[in-house]
């Protein structure tokens, strides 16, 4: 089916009434023309960002590029905000949460995963050996010790001792930019535009037990549609959620916007709804030709972007 011109979508939005869309999204500034095959992350993570490309490189699976990228931060003790090494909840557990998709549009999930290093391995798992798309908390890991997962301390020294410096306040105010949270959602395209994308994280520090943010979610922390595009997301998840905005980034360039106005637009929906005041949320969405964009409510937030020039980390524009 052929796509609507942008000018059509335009159009429609202007007879749906949609006026305030066009406000937030007539730059095309930073529009980027990628190239095939392509890999981009959230945040600085450029190795994982080589870690998937060296897996496409060998392996020509896409699905397999963006699952390796995703184990780099979660293997690091020193990324603080993905797997091993996470910081923990308010009571002291680490808690993770991950998700998957490939090209054919199965996806699998984790959420409030203790004590496995790889969420994102066992979200694959879910997606390949279950009926199901998302397993939680006890369920998930004893799924994940039946498929041959080691059961381990995840809680590192230096996030303990932070831990129990913060439990002298206990003051729990999330500010998602200024924790400096590293979130990976990782997307890519192989030399046919075939997608996939993965997302993992160890959430919220200090977050009450059980709480779960958007990047397990299907729809909200990561969505790819094989014949549209895909995109992720990373920042204060509720704000993520309740604009379902992974989904929306999608559905908005299968309406003919590029992936940077897409990024645009669905971060301009979280501004006019939701109080953002110390809140940050970053999208990154690509297309099936590899063009790539990124937007953001605050600035700082920055994304790496991979393909045979090499790697790059690029700063996003953002809307303050
Ligand atoms: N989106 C993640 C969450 O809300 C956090 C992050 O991306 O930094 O759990």
Redesign the pocket.
């Known amino acids: 089916m052929k796509k609507p011109s942008r000018r059509q979508f335009i159009n429609t939005s202007l007879a749906l009434g949609a006026g305030a869309f066009l406000n937030s999204c007539q730059s095309t500034k930073t529009v980027e023309s990628g190239q095939l095959p392509i890999i981009i992350s959230t945040w600085n993570n450029v190795q994982a960002n080589n870690a998937a490309w060296e897996t496409l490189t060998e392996k020509g699976n896409i699905l397999d590029a963006v699952e390796a990228g995703a184990r780099v931060p979660e293997a690091d003790p020193a990324d603080q905000?993905v797997g091993y090494g996470g910081r923990p909840d308010r009571e002291g557990n680490v808690t993770l949460?991950a998700c998957i998709m490939d090209k054919d549009g199965n996806c699998g999930a984790v959420t409030f995963l203790q004590h496995i290093k790889h969420p994102i391995s066992v979200a694959r798992k879910v997606m390949e050996e279950t009926p199901h798309v998302m397993l939680s908390g006890a369920g998930a890991l004893e799924f994940a010790l039946e498929q041959g997962f080691e059961k381990q301390d995840l809680l590192t020294e230096k996030s303990k001792q932070e831990y129990i410096k913060w439990l002298e306040t206990a003051e729990y105010k999330p500010k998602?930019n200024i924790e400096l949270?590293?979130?990976i959602g990782i997307i890519g395209a192989d030399s046919n535009g075939d997608l996939s994308g993965a997302c993992t994280?160890s959430?919220?520090a200090y977050k009450m037990p059980g709480r779960v943010?958007?990047?397990p979610i299907i729809g909200a922390?990561l969505f790819v549609d094989n014949e549209v595009g895909s995109a992720v997301?990373?920042?204060?998840?509720e704000l993520?959620m309740r604009s379902v905005g992974s989904f929306l980034v999608v559905e908005l360039m299968r309406q003919g916007l590029s992936p940077y106005e897409a990024c645009k637009e669905a971060v301009m929906r979280i501004v006019r709804r939701q109080d953002t005041a110390e809140l940050q949320v970053g999208y990154i969405a690509m297309n099936k030709d590899g063009t790539y964009g990124a937007y953001s409510i605050k600035p700082g937030f920055v994304f790496a972007v991979t393909d045979e020039n090499g790697t790059i980390v690029k700063d996003a524009e953002s809307y303050e």
Do not use: I, P, R
Request: hydrophobic share 25%.
């Open positions: 905000s949460d998602v949270h590293d979130t994280t959430g919220l943010g958007d990047s922390g997301a990373t920042g204060m998840g993520v």
